[in-house]
């Protein structure tokens, strides 16, 4: 590129110059011309019929360069829909990243094409942009909700780590009213009732998908279930199994005690970790990992309690290695 033509033009003429100039060196290659130079051509000659220009930025040997051509690209929308579909092919990871966001946001009939395409993407940050697109997505029916469950086996962490959390949206700080600090007051168990160690209902999740369909609500059909015992592994059980587990057991409770400040639920060992719901509502959870195995956990349960009727208790249990289950007897405690 000649030093006149540049000096010329940097000067400041019309866009549609910079858009034939631009085109011009793009299309001969960038020789001569600093990268901070080009990068000011791309920022003239954005806006209507810069979608060539910009496209050919998309190239350039400088990364801010190419970044500059890819967010402007996507500044033109649909009409550069068929640029930014190529751009997303650049080796550049922040360049597709850049385009994909705006792909998605594009049209919505392709929108899931483009996270599905943006999920296989070699880089982590590329991925994490079609996740999220996925996350915000209120429906997540069909395709968006397979994708995020694929995606919480993803090859990277934190992808894992988000795309478990919008799956997994169950949150509650849960403690004992006798383990609160704030509650100065005298608490002890005057009553405990033991749940039933038979009767309950079993059913392995290997695709973690119990709590997307609800195993934890009160009415819940369907085959698959088996019965199982509690205060004993899975194992013990003729079970040999890794992973996600669920077990569910309808219990009738007397009338209400005379005085009762709160109740709690009680297991003595779940192994390893634990997530309940008791009449569909969540409760909290125990979940130390795998030093969980062996420690015993209350969760209040005060509020979700029905005196004199029936109850249902959802566990869902989580098992990475070796024996698994709820293999230690399970309480109500009425506290005063
Ligand atoms: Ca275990």
Redo the contacts with the bound molecule.
């Keep these: 590129m000649a030093k006149t033509r540049w000096g010329i033009v940097g000067r400041g003429v019309a866009t549609c110059l910079w858009v034939s100039f631009a085109c011009g060196w793009f299309a001969l290659g960038a020789e001569g011309v600093p990268p901070a130079a080009r990068r000011e051509a791309l920022l003239r000659a954005s806006g209507p019929g810069s979608e060539a220009v910009l496209a050919a930025g998309l190239n350039d040997e400088n990364l801010v360069v190419r970044r500059t051509a890819a967010r402007l690209l996507t500044q033109l929308g649909a009409t550069a829909e068929a640029s930014l579909a190529k751009a997303f092919g650049n080796d550049d990871a922040l360049v597709r990243r850049t385009v994909l966001r705006a792909l998605c946001g594009l049209r919505p009939e392709r929108a899931v094409g483009w996270a599905e395409r943006g999920m296989a993407d070699a880089d982590p940050a590329v991925r994490r942009v079609a996740l999220d697109w996925l996350i915000a997505q209120e429906s997540r029916a069909g395709r968006v909700l397979a994708l995020l469950v694929k995606a919480r086996g993803d090859g990277d962490a934190a992808v894992r780590a988000a795309a478990s959390a919008a799956l997994f949206p169950f949150q509650r700080e849960n403690i004992s009213l006798r383990d609160r600090k704030d509650y100065d007051h005298d608490v002890r168990v005057v009553q405990a009732i033991p749940l039933p160690v038979a009767g309950w209902q079993f059913r392995t999740d290997p695709v973690d998908e119990g709590h997307l369909k609800g195993w934890f609500r009160i009415d819940v059909g369907g085959t698959g279930w088996s019965g199982v015992e509690v205060g004993k592994t899975w194992e013990a059980q003729g079970r040999e199994y890794d992973g996600v587990a669920w077990y569910r057991v309808s219990l009738d409770l007397p009338a209400k005690p005379a005085k009762v400040t709160a109740v709690d639920l009680a297991f003595d060992g779940v ?2 970790a634990a997530w309940v719901w008791l009449n569909g509502e969540y409760v909290g959870s125990h979940d130390l990992g ?1 030093a969980g ?1 062996n420690k015993a956990f209350r969760l209040d349960v005060t509020q979700e309690l029905r005196w004199g009727g029936k109850n249902v208790l959802a566990v869902r249990v989580f ?6 289950g709820i293999w230690k007897p399970v309480r109500v405690e009425v506290l005063e």
């Design positions: 192994d390893e795998k195995w098992d990475s290695a070796s024996a698994g």
